[in-house]
DNA sequence: GCTCCTAGAATTGCATACAAACTAATTTAT
DNA sequence: ATAAATTAGTTTGTATGCAATTCTAGGAGC
């Protein structure tokens, strides 16, 4: 009987989170451009249900900064204003450096190794030169690093301010000077990690967060100028 | 004709946000217990509105952890569960000290004049005993700092986590060894925000919170410990 | 007496209907 | 010809209706 609630863990989800899961990944990825109006009539059409579950889905989106609500005149995805990126990766930044004194203290050397797992991969991708593979684990340790300080609340709020900036990623690409050196930051924040050497993770992941914005934000000038032109 | 219009700034709200807010702060305050069941229709009488701007605003007060949505079994008020509590402290913490910071760096002399102002009132409070205006301007006191640390994303992030807070902060009282103490925290911290000292405003403010966390986590348990008897 | 089962009622999830607001295009007036 | 006005057509905001699920009582069986 338990065997068999574990197989089919609930195949039924409610329409609105289906919703809200569909839409961020569309937004996130770019499919969904920054500005694009979000027509309820058209969207409801595409993902086959109706206006009442998709609107519940554009509050929350609103929630998470990636829509935005015009009454009575719909909803758009949220411009990536460079002002707010930075301020995210500010807020992100601060919730990082906590996240990894937390890692340091809760961690167990078992989740640790898993890091370290991910931190392997994301090497041999960033061998091959395969930028996507490599955001993807990129992204994989950070959150993990989040999840294994053992704060529920810090993981979740990680998570919500996360969407806006991966939508950042999608479309920045990085220099190789850039790409080389935030794959030596990683290497010496698995090292503080392993070390657990508080302070030293927090000052990683500090300076870290702050590479990537500084980077971010030249990628995002570098493609504003490119369509200005 | 400017003149009418500033007058009437835009009186009509959407109803979804009048009911998040209603409902948030009915929780806030306590009125609607934890584990409270939010029956539909019950609230669409008493709020005198229908099922679907009702349904919208559980969704956002879901994101908010101030309410639990049960698939097919309705929403609840959450429930203060310490340990929720306590990570939410510990990621607010890190948000205040990263939001002294900022307002070190970017707050004008204005600004920190009317945290001073503020600073006086809430001593005007604690000197007469007065523990619910003591909270509001202490409220005020830190959601200002976020404010002027001039990070608008941080300011919402703060925001969202406090409601979960300030529900605690309704129903716990404070000994009066630990009003004082927090009192002359505050003294310290208008101190070292006036000399721009980051370093000591970083410090002080998560001590403060770490100590909140300890004074509401007391007064939880003290709570539910009379509850029992 | 207790557990299990089974209508019936209530409640939720989603779809649809209707009204208010907005948009845009044509007309009218200047 | 330009600008304001009017009106048809969308689109949104809210209410309501319907089907599916869950809850509650009451009774049968052990």
């Known amino acids: 009987m338990d065997a068999m609630q574990e197989v089919t863990p609930i195949p039924r989800r409610p329409l609105h989170e289906e919703a809200t899961d569909r839409l961020r990944d569309l937004i996130v990825q770019g499919r969904l451009a920054p500005g694009a109006r979000l027509n309820e009539r058209l969207l409801t059409g595409q993902l086959g249900l109706s206006r009442t579950p998709l609107r519940e889905a554009f509050k929350v989106l609103a929630t998470e900064g990636l829509v935005e609500l015009l009454p009575n005149r719909g ?9 707010r990126l930075s301020e995210s990766l500010a807020v992100m930044g601060a919730l990082e450096a906590l996240a990894g004194e937390l890692a340091c203290l809760n961690a167990t050397e ?21 930028l996507a593979g490599y955001f993807k684990f990129n992204q994989a340790i950070h959150l993990k690093i989040v999840k294994y300080s053992g704060n529920a609340v ?12 991966r939508r950042a990623r999608y479309m920045a690409n990085l220099s190789k000077e850039r790409w080389d050196a935030a794959v030596r930051e990683h290497d010496a924040i698995l090292a503080a990690l392993s070390a657990r050497d508080i302070e030293r993770i927090k000052a990683l992941l500090s300076d ?21 032109a």
């Open 154 to 165: 810090l993981f979740n709020t990680y998570r919500h301010m996360n969407g806006n900036v």
């Open 75 to 83: 909803a758009i995805v949220s411009q990536m204003d460079p002002v």
């Open 110 to 130: 078992a989740q640790i190794n898993e890091i370290r797992a991910l931190h392997y991969e994301m090497l041999a991708y960033h061998a091959r030169g395969d």
């Open 208 to 228: 870290h967060l702050a590479h990537k914005l500084s980077s971010v934000l030249a990628e995002l000038k570098a493609l504003s100028t490119r369509q200005a």
